[in-house]
């Protein structure tokens, strides 16, 4: 302090310096009385998406998605593959060619055995016109019996040699149709197992040969497969409301139904396999993709296998305050009290409406002192 400084003024300094103080000390006191408080442990749930179903699930089983009507397609005939009209992922329709072998040798053959038959009829025209002079002339005693005779064995014989051209025109025809390969049902190309060129036998009896073609199933067969424990089994049935999740799609539910319970247990695994048929499907549910099947009670709420998910928290979480609904909504590790709006409750959760989002930390069982900027930490359990 300067020493020029009267007396009057350093009793002063004497007074407000003490006083400044006081005063920043009680300001502070008061900002930071809540940060000092200690927390309140409380039991901290998140607002999440739930699907119906899941409050309905009494055992859930890992499987695979697999078609039913499933064929590698092959030619009856060995040959050289000439022609392949398809390519992987490709519809095609039962009876549609999709590809085809050599067939110069096969249809050179056709074209004989046609000959042949038109040769046949040729003579069968002459052998009738024979027959039918030579009755005549038998019939004015001017051809003996033995003439008749030979007439009627030549014609006889001349219809049994048409008869004979058309079953070697239908085989040729059949040999012909084994060089085509086609579709035996509707249904989607999955593999292309040949290439033009080489050369395919039907049981692929050189390793330098193909055996199929192509392998194709039918998509409207697709099941899920599922090993269900011998111990669980007791809780499957036919018929029993299911719901399929697809590893490659986890936020689609499709609905399902149990359509068959194998009749036989793996001794291996010691399970039993179930299959589950989709009673809703889309084109992202390809053959062989993982899958995870919750099978559903009997409560009706099951029948909402499917549904679309909707937001709720644990219904303990929801307390009436003031008239309305509320929770507490945890941030910066403070309680805040938020109205919300809610739905439907569905077992032990309650849909929210309006208020909160998902992945909010809301509180459990919310006591009634708990309020707006109480500091709060999760319970160690």
Request: aromatic share 4%; net charge neutral; charged share 25%.
């Amino acid at each position: 302090m300067p020493e020029d400084e009267s007396p009057g003024r350093r009793k002063l300094w004497k007074i407000v310096l003490p006083s400044g103080l006081l005063v920043i000390l009680i300001v502070c006191y008061f900002l930071f009385k809540g940060s000092l408080a200690p927390a309140t442990e409380v039991d901290l749930t998140s607002a999440a998406l739930t699907y119906p179903s899941q409050e309905n699930a009494v055992l859930t089983a890992s499987g695979y998605v697999v078609a039913q009507r499933k064929a590698a397609v092959a030619s009856k005939g060995t040959g050289r593959l000439e022609y392949l009209g398809v390519e992987e992922g490709d519809k095609v329709k039962k009876g549609e060619e999709i590809a085809r072998l050599e067939d110069h040798d096969v249809l050179a053959a056709l074209d004989q055995t046609k000959a042949g038959l038109e040769v046949s009829r040729a003579d069968m025209n002459d052998a009738e016109r024979s027959l039918s002079r030579t009755k005549t002339l038998f019939g004015s005693k001017l051809a003996s019996q033995a003439d008749l005779d030979a007439a009627q064995a030549r014609y006889d014989r001349v219809r049994a040699t048409i008869v004979s051209s058309e079953a070697a025109v239908r085989a040729a025809e059949v040999a012909v149709e084994n060089t085509r390969i086609r579709a035996p049902f509707d249904g989607t190309v999955l593999t292309k197992d040949a290439d033009v060129g080489e050369v395919v036998a039907p049981f692929a009896s050189s390793i330098n040969s193909r055996g199929a073609v192509v392998t194709m199933a039918d998509m409207s067969s697709l099941q899920v497969e599922a090993d269900v424990s011998e111990s669980n089994i007791t809780r499957v049935r036919l018929g029993q409301a299911c719901e399929i999740v697809l590893d490659a799609y986890p936020d689609k539910h499709y609905p399902g139904l149990v359509h068959k319970i194998v009749p036989t247990a793996d001794r291996a695994k010691a399970t039993v396999m179930t299959k589950i048929v989709f009673r809703e499907r889309d084109e992202r549910v390809l053959p062989e993709m993982s899958a995870k099947v919750t099978f559903l009670s009997d409560n009706p709420a099951a029948a909402e296998a499917g549904s679309p998910p909707f937001l709720a928290v644990v219904s303990s979480a929801i307390v009436v305050r003031s008239g309305n609904a509320t929770v507490f909504v945890v941030r910066d590790s403070k309680a805040i009290e938020t109205p919300v709006r809610t739905g439907r409750v569905i077992g032990n959760h309650t849909e929210i409406l309006q208020g909160i989002s998902q992945g909010d930390q809301v509180v459990v069982n919310p006591g009634a002192n708990l309020a707006t900027g109480t500091i709060v930490k999760p319970r160690v359990k």
